[in-house]
């Protein structure tokens, strides 16, 4: 069976510092992935999507970035964390069929 | 272009009672729809899906959604509320033409409180 994996699941940063959170998947191939951000009350933002390693496709221009550089391994970075970026950061894949398995995810709270 | 709405921000049952959380849907074509549940921080769990095949569809927790295309809707209920249901729901769509990478689009969501 698949299995995602997210770590850490809690972090504190001040602003100014960099950032990296990482996904992993087992179970699955050539999966796709997604990074989201989940902010206070709100709804869930898609923030990167990877179809293959090196391959990286961004929704919205932020501070963020993301690379993949194994087929089953995400990882989601900053050179310098801004206030704005806390949030709930959620990892997920898909593979063949429409729907999308979500990981633990990651709390993200910038000082 | 493709929306989701859940129509009530926060729904509130006592235990043992029915549960219906509303999601309409906008879609030129048929849409593939999912119901997700997050429990306090927590990631999200696929309690069902919609792909085309029967119109009601039974998940995961004794929950089902009925798929209804002329109102474009795609409600979600449980017949008996249990504690452990307490959590946010996401109703979801991906359209038809979602790309090579398989794009959602996701609800507001829907924060359920289930009293004893």
């Known amino acids: ?111 | 272009a493709q929306s989701v709405t859940q129509l009530d921000s926060h729904v509130s049952v006592s235990e043992g009672t029915p549960v219906l959380l509303r999601c309409n849907y906008s879609s030129s074509y048929s849409p593939s729809l999912f119901w997700y549940v997050q429990h306090p921080n927590k990631g999200l769990q696929l309690l069902l899906k919609y792909t085309s095949a029967a119109t009601l569809v039974k998940g995961i927790n004794g929950f089902e959604a009925e798929f209804k295309k002329s109102e474009t809707s795609f409600h979600l209920t449980k017949p008996s509320a249990h504690m452990s249901d307490a959590a946010e729901y996401f109703c979801v769509v991906r359209p038809m033409f979602s790309g090579g990478y398989n794009k959602l689009i996701f609800g507001a969501g829907t924060r359920l409180a289930v009293h004893p």
């Not at chain 1, 206070?40 to 999507?49: H, I, P, T």
């Not at chain 1, 310098?80 to 709390?107: H, I, M, N, V």
Request: hydrophobic content about 30%.
């Open chain 1, 1 to 111: 069976s698949q299995t995602i994996h997210q770590w850490p699941a809690t972090l504190v940063q001040p602003v100014g510092s960099p950032l990296s959170l990482e996904c992993t998947v087992e179970g699955t191939s050539n999966p796709n992935l997604y990074w989201y951000r989940q902010a206070a009350g709100r709804g869930l933002q898609l923030l990167f999507y990877s179809v293959g390693i090196g391959q990286i496709s961004s929704e919205v221009p932020q501070n963020l970035s993301a690379s993949r550089p194994q087929d089953r391994q995400f990882i989601l970075s900053s050179k310098k964390l801004l206030l704005s970026d806390s949030g709930f950061y959620l990892c997920a894949w898909s593979s063949g069929t429409y729907e999308q398995y979500f990981g633990p995810g990651t709390r993200l709270t910038v000082t």
